[in-house]
């Protein structure tokens, strides 16, 4: 991460209460966004590779500890932090909130429930459910799909903390979760990605989607459970599930989604020797690009100007033997990837209009 301003945005307790910025942290191959409000932040997924080249908890630390700066009046208080699933990818920087000195204070907790016992990022879901269990007044929420009631997903004040609305100034952003932990005796659903909590952020008339890695049959399960109104799903701007994976995005999610701008947690993918990166994995993955170049229901909007980028074929064979294989794409669509695009800021107003921010 370079080290550079943080983007303008919301610079101190007078921000503009119309204005949010969704940071989509470059913690490498894994997953951090950061929503900020004028009132409030927000933390969905603390991941990130650890490798030789990079260490996402270093990077997400330096990125809070910046933002906290800035946003002195805050106070170092996340309003809620979101844990889509225990995998490593997504919950390796939970010691940075739980260590950080200051200390971090995080007022609400929501993931998907006690992780399995041979989850890879388990410890760090269950430490922060430890630390909603131990520090008085934390809300904390472990959600399953099963709780989902609505068409309209489910939420509350541990779902919805914030309230940026001040009299007549100032917006009230809507956060609604629409898929958790599936308890079901599948294959599909023993999976954790598919257990991935789903979140939906409405601020004013743009709409942020973030899928977690909930893959292709998740995905259709999920779709299937809201046939009376896909509504929900149609958004501004979609976090691409997986990190961009082959079997994470599908025709059907694209045209319910129908983005704006769509944005893929994948790390840098030149060669290296590790088995955890996006060199490994072939991320972000020319299949679920495609879907999201569709011309009828894929992304609609351009880049300020093209990138040539690297797009996978294929990842690295199981056994290690065959490497992977990438190809080269000029991307004009507004599809932005951490591995492409270094740290990534959308700023949304409650009038739906949006403009990104890359490479700071």
């Not at 934390?138 to 009631?149: F, P, T």
């Not at 609505?150 to 809507?174: F, H, L, M, Q, W």
């Not at 879907?291 to 990138?307: E, Q």
Request: glycine share 10%; aromatic share 6%.
């Amino acid at each position: 991460m370079v080290d550079t301003p943080m983007p303008a945005g919301l610079p101190t307790a007078t921000a503009d209460p119309t204005t949010m910025v969704a940071h989509f942290i470059d913690v490498g191959q894994g997953d951090a966004t950061l929503l900020e409000f004028s009132c409030a932040a927000v933390l969905i997924d603390t991941g990130g590779e650890n490798t030789a080249r990079v260490s996402g908890r270093d990077r997400l630390s330096r990125y809070l500890e910046e933002f906290f700066e800035r946003r002195a009046d805050l106070a170092r208080t996340l309003h809620l932090v979101v844990l889509s699933h225990p995998h490593k990818d997504h919950t390796d920087g939970v010691s940075v909130l739980l260590e950080a000195e200051p200390a971090i204070v995080v007022m609400n907790v929501v993931d998907n429930g006690p992780p399995a016992p041979r989850a890879s990022g388990g410890k760090g879901q269950r430490d922060l459910q430890s630390y909603a269990a131990e520090i008085e007044g934390v809300g904390y929420v472990g959600l399953a799909e099963s709780d989902i009631k609505t068409v309209s997903g489910a939420t509350s004040d541990i779902i919805d903390p914030v309230n940026c609305k001040r009299g007549n100034t100032g917006v009230d952003p809507k956060i609604s979760a629409l898929w958790g932990r599936v308890d079901l005796d599948t294959t599909w659903a023993n999976d954790a990605n598919n257990d991935s909590v789903v979140l939906r952020v409405a601020f004013g008339k743009a709409v942020f989607l973030f899928t977690g890695d909930l893959e292709s049959q998740g995905l259709s399960a999920m779709l299937e459970s809201y046939a009376a109104d896909l509504g929900a799903f149609d958004a501004d701007v979609l976090k691409v599930g997986h990190h961009g994976s082959h079997n994470a995005t599908t025709a059907d999610f694209v045209t319910a989604v129908t983005p704006r701008i769509a944005v893929i947690q994948s790390g840098e993918s030149s060669p290296d020797d590790e088995t955890f990166s996006a060199y490994a994995f072939g991320h972000p993955n020319a299949k679920a690009l495609k879907l999201l170049l569709d011309t009828d229901s894929g992304v609609s909007l351009d880049r300020k100007s093209p990138k040539l980028v690297r797009v996978g074929l294929k990842g690295r064979s199981l056994n290690g033997n065959t490497p992977p294989d990438f190809t080269y794409w000029t991307m004009k669509k507004a599809i932005y990837a951490n591995g492409w695009d270094g740290n990534i800021a959308i700023k949304a107003t409650s009038d739906g209009r949006l403009s990104v921010e890359t490479e700071y």
